[in-house]
């Protein structure tokens, strides 16, 4: 078992070493992804303990077995309604439903061409499917095209493109029309992996691909703005039941605690509703202000992200910060390519104007 702290040695020396570790609570949070504060939103958690005392703490089984319930369905029509498509099927965590319906779709003889930046459980998702994983350079367009004009695409007999909406280290945006485009003429599927948009951007925070085209299929999040966990992927109606029979992340799990999908319930209502509305102005008030006063020229999304570029330096940088109460985790390869390590920042609707001010003069600071 050598190897083990030898390879840990190695880590440490990169710089690279990961540990949890628990943050003062009366530190700032600016990392969070509960982007509408719902985590600790009253009729989040009321939902959350109804739905304990009503089916007990855990689900007992797969969904295919006896851990199906009628909030599951509930919830999974909630969300097709809402997204205006044809179906919702629940995953227990974004993770799973990457691992799942990517190998799911896509096999040996099939193509995935794949963003440079996308999210490691994509990464895993394309492993795990055996297919040949093309990589495009981060939304360039022109470069996915050649690649789906090339050989190893024509030879493939299912094409998909897959891509992060908002993508989750640099905040900014995939170019969804051109990829909509590209994935007709080419006769593609299109997965789009929503978890940094659903809850704050589009109708009703449906995200940024409501619409349900046949090639199309998305991917939400609950553990991100609901303030829950667990995930969901929309669709045509065939395509619930194609994943409930094939992915295989969905058949072999139990499914999730009630405590979660009532959690889930209350705050799908909140982000469909006024007060959803109400929290997306403020969110996007909070991610203005934070862009106008460090001068960022993002804000596209409540991630901001600093480069440092060294992954010592950034964590050296985290933690003076951490010291002035403002928690922001400074994020390192392989999370990011080598070489582009910085603090991700995030903005919530429910910091105050004298946080976010803190959190300002803290930054300036930094270059004193
Ligand atoms: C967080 C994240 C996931 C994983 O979702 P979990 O529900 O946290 O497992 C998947 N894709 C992207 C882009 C993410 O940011």
């Given at each position: ?10 880590i ?15 530190s ?9 504060g ?20 855990g689900s ?33 965590s ?6 799942g ?27 795990l499917?055996k ?5 495009y ?5 022109g ?17 998909l ?6 993508f ?6 995939a ?7 590209l994935?007709s ?20 925070g ?12 998305t ?16 669709g045509?109606?065939?395509?619930k039941k ?8 969905f058949?072999?799990?139990?499914s ?13 209502k ?5 007060e ?5 102005r ?11 006063e ?8 409540p991630?901001?992200s600093?480069?440092?570029g060294?992954?010592?330096e950034?964590?050296r940088?985290s ?11 400074g994020?390192?390869p ?17 910091h105050?104007?004298?946080q976010?001010?803190?959190l ?8 004193s």
């Open positions: 078992m050598f190897f083990l702290q030898e390879s840990l040695n190695e440490k020396k990169q710089g690279l070493w990961r540990q949890t570790r628990l943050i003062p609570r009366d700032i949070n600016f990392c969070s992804n509960d982007y509408l719902l985590s600790h939103h009253a009729r989040v958690l009321h939902g959350a303990l109804q739905a304990a005392r009503r089916y007990g703490t007992g089984a797969a969904r295919l077995v006896s851990g199906n319930t009628d909030m599951m369905e509930i919830l999974e029509s909630e969300i097709a309604q809402w997204k205006r498509v044809g179906s919702a099927v629940l995953f227990n974004g993770y799973h439903a990457n691992i319906v990517i190998p799911a779709l896509m096999g040996e003889k099939d193509v995935i061409f794949s963003d440079a930046l996308n999210h490691a459980s994509i990464v895993d998702g394309c492993r499917s297919a040949k994983t093309l990589i350079r981060h939304n360039d367009m470069h996915l095209e050649s690649l789906l004009k090339g050989r190893v695409s024509q030879k493939a007999s299912r094409r493109l897959v891509t992060e909406s908002v989750s280290m640099e905040g900014d945006l170019s969804l029309e051109d990829l909509k485009d994935a003429r080419y006769q593609a599927f299109l997965y789009v992996d929503e978890a940094h948009a659903v809850g704050i951007l589009g109708r009703k449906t995200g940024r691909s409501e619409t349900g085209a046949e090639n199309l299929l991917l939400g999040t609950f553990g991100k703005a609901f303030g829950s966990y667990g995930a969901f992927v929309c045509s109606d065939v395509l194609y994943l409930m029979n094939k992915a295989r992340s058949i072999f799990s139990t999730l605690p009630p405590a979660a999908i009532g959690a889930s319930l209350a705050a799908l909140i982000v469909r509703g006024p959803g509305e109400r929290l997306r403020e969110l996007w008030s909070n991610v203005d202000l934070v862009n106008q460090l001068g960022l020229d993002q804000g596209t999304s991630i901001f600093i480069r440092i060294d992954a010592r950034t964590m940088i933690e003076r910060l951490l010291r002035d109460g403002i928690h922001i985790q994020i390192r392989p999370t990011v390519p080598e070489g582009t390590s910085r603090l991700r920042l995030t903005v919530s609707a429910t105050t104007v004298g976010i001010a803190q300002i003069s803290s930054l300036k600071a930094l270059h």
